[in-house]
């Protein structure tokens, strides 16, 4: 359902598939409020034609979720679903009919993407999509629970890939200010406040203010289009939601040095000119300061942002803190992502407690 323009609305219901399997749905224009546009979808839903359940196939739950919910996602997850839903359909899970999908379907489902040589994260990805395609299903009434949702998935055994020490940051940092000032003060902007490649990329000058915040409220977005240049797109973050985070006095005192030289041919801080800085361009400056510094190859930018993560947790500060500078919509991520830095949080305080039960009395 969506607002045309003022007082049209156009309410499309999904119907099932053709018999080619092809998607089909039923479209009407409603002039009036949104309450009378919502009183339309609820006829269209049960009236003859209507998205019943009835004969529907995971595939079908699918690409409803697709259809409804493609228009509010970001381009880069608009991609990355879609990429997802197809090879959900690849699967003989997509066939089976969403009244006989059960839990032990599922797992199967799991079982052989794992056969197949998928990692984790790929499983990850596409039972998450899944998931939200069943829970969008129980919403509109086409089945009564998730049984997605209630599936086990299991995880193979890794060691943790690990933290990157203070040395290691500091040499990287150092070996970035050797070739530009710019590439050092990105770098240790990631490492301050976590901020992700294509965050750092958006940052402009003004996203700085005389009291030491800085604002993240946006991401540079790559489109690449088949036998076209690419194109650059200044689009929410992650999450969506905008960020105030606090600097330190030297990184705020270097942000100002490198503007008061460069701000004059540009408004991105970490741009040249006009045009908007590609997310590539930190990520070049990273892999040469990598080289010059001589830390191991293993360390990806990404692991400035673990760094900070990690070190700001184990140094005992909060987890809803840590996930507002991170840009983590929901702190339970923190807590998942991060679980072995709590370890080292949980060891100092358990010492601090002990320093003031076992202080002698005099």
Request: charged residues 30%.
């Amino acid at each position: 359902m969506r607002e045309k323009q003022p007082g049209v609305w156009e309410v499309r219901v999904f119907t099932g598939n053709d018999a080619r399997g092809r998607p089909t749905q039923i479209s009407r224009t409603v002039r009036g409020s949104k309450r009378d546009a919502q009183r339309m979808a609820a006829q269209l839903e049960v009236g003859p034609g209507s998205a019943s359940p009835a004969g529907r196939r995971v595939e079908d739950v699918l690409d409803a979720w697709i259809d409804q919910n493609i228009d509010t996602w970001a381009p880069a997850s608009a991609r990355d679903q879609q990429s997802r839903v197809r090879s959900i359909k690849q699967d003989k899970i997509a066939r089976i009919p969403i009244a006989q999908l059960s839990i032990a379907d599922v797992e199967r489902w799991h079982t052989r993407l794992r056969r197949a040589g998928m990692q984790d994260a790929g499983i990850r990805n596409q039972h998450g999509a899944l998931s939200a395609a069943f829970g969008q299903a129980v919403r509109w009434g086409w089945v009564s629970q998730n049984v997605v949702a209630l599936a086990q998935r299991k995880t193979s055994k890794k060691q943790p890939r690990g933290v990157m020490s203070l040395d290691d940051v500091r040499a990287v940092i150092a070996a970035a200010e050797s070739f530009d000032p710019a590439a050092a003060l990105a770098l240790r902007i990631a490492a301050m406040t976590g901020a992700r490649r294509a965050e750092l990329a958006a940052l402009r000058w003004t996203d700085v203010d005389d009291d030491g915040m800085l604002t993240i409220d946006s991401a540079i977005e790559v489109i690449r289009h088949e036998d076209e240049p690419r194109e650059l797109r200044d689009a929410p973050t992650k999450t969506a939601n905008a960020r105030r985070l606090t600097l330190d006095p030297t990184t705020h005192a270097a942000i100002w040095e490198l503007r008061r030289e460069r701000e004059p041919y540009g408004p991105w801080m970490f741009g040249v000119g006009e045009e908007m800085c590609a997310p590539d361009r930190i990520g070049w400056w990273w892999t040469r300061a990598r080289r010059l510094s001589g830390i191991d190859r293993k360390w990806r930018l990404h692991d400035l942002r673990h760094w900070s993560a990690t070190v700001a947790i184990g140094q005992g500060h909060d987890v809803r803190t840590v996930a507002n500078r991170l840009g983590h919509s929901n702190p339970a991520m923190t807590l998942r992502v991060y679980a072995h830095a709590f370890a080292a949080a949980d060891q100092k305080l358990a010492a601090s407690l002990a320093d003031l039960l076992d202080v002698d009395d005099e």
